[in-house]
């Protein structure tokens, strides 16, 4: 309930923001404008979302009978949490990782890189696999979505401040100073909070994971691994897909670097089991 409420808390306050930023530069038609613009742009995000990743990764779609191991986790799982089986996708690379796609849990798809069936053993595998069945569960994806749009109309209301018919308003509420302060900090102000859901959600996703096996043992293993291996073997991921994997990937702009998607692997680890990420060095 507490990564839950985080989450709730944050979007609250990134739909004040919008709300803050279209009253100063346009009043509510720049505020409604802004949301307007960034919904349509991630309706088609929201509902595609798993085929651009996918295609993204070149993962192709495996059968029960070529990849046995994950289908018996995975069908086991999904009658024990009550959701459809989603699809399975083998990412060729050698980088162990994995993430979870898809609007809802009738229309997801689970993908696992060829690395990360090499490194992890049964138990540790199925940390990781309900732990992406935990994404889809919580409905990941369409609060990511919800987010990715609050964000996006903060940035459109300030960047476009001006079309909207916000600067006779900023010379009555404090001047060109302040309206290049909003222009500037708002949308930073927004990006924060959306990365924050989304660390929010990984500790979610860890939780509901742990849960689902009744063993965090086996996930803080497995995270402790491929943390290590990962930094061995990068993969590099696109800023706008990062997020989804279980491990935060090498995002290919450096300045994304400095925000991240994911929460400290050793936070991760303390949370599930209690005790220091040393132990699973």
């Known amino acids: 309930m ?13 739909t004040l923001l919008l709300m803050g930023v279209g009253r100063a530069f346009g009043g509510q038609n720049g505020m409604l404008t802004a949301l307007i613009i960034a919904g349509a742009m991630n309706f088609v995000s929201y509902f ?9 990764y070149r993962a192709r779609p495996v059968s029960r009978e070529e990849l046995p191991r994950v289908y018996n986790v995975v069908e086991r799982l999904t009658q024990k949490i009550g959701i459809p089986t989603p ?34 053993n049964d138990e540790e595998l199925e940390g990781v696999l309900a732990h992406e069945l ?11 979505s919800i987010a990715a749009t ?42 924060l909070i ?22 965090p043992y086996a996930l803080a293993s497995a995270l402790a691994k491929l ?17 989804l994997f279980i491990v935060q990937p090498l995002v290919a702009v450096n300045f994304a670097n400095l925000f991240s998607t994911h929460p400290p692997i050793a936070k991760r680890i303390e949370r599930l089991t209690g005790r220091p990420a040393e132990f699973y060095q």
Do not use: C
């Open 194 to 215: 959306q990365l924050a859901v989304s660390r929010s959600r990984e500790y979610q996703a860890d939780s509901t994971g742990a849960q689902f096996t009744g063993n």
């Open 87 to 120: 699809k399975i996708y083998v990412i060729p690379t050698d980088s162990p990782n994995a993430f979870a796609t898809g609007r809802n849990p009738s229309h997801a798809s689970v993908a696992v890189t060829q690395g990360i069936l090499n490194l992890l």
């Open 227 to 243: 943390d290590a291996s990962s930094r061995r073997v990068p993969m590099v991921a696109s800023p706008s897909t990062a997020h």
């Open 48 to 56: 595609f979302s798993d085929k651009i990743a996918l295609a993204m």
């Open 150 to 191: 609050l964000a996006g109309a903060i940035t459109y209301a300030a960047r476009f401040g001006m079309f909207f018919g916000g600067g006779s308003r900023d010379d009555r509420r404090g001047g060109a100073l302040g309206a290049l302060l909003m222009l500037i900090l708002a949308p930073i102000a927004a990006m």
């Open 134 to 144: 935990g994404h889809v569960r919580n409905r990941d994806i369409l609060i990511s």
């Open 2 to 14: 507490g990564n839950t409420f985080k989450t709730a808390l944050l979007l609250t306050v990134m």
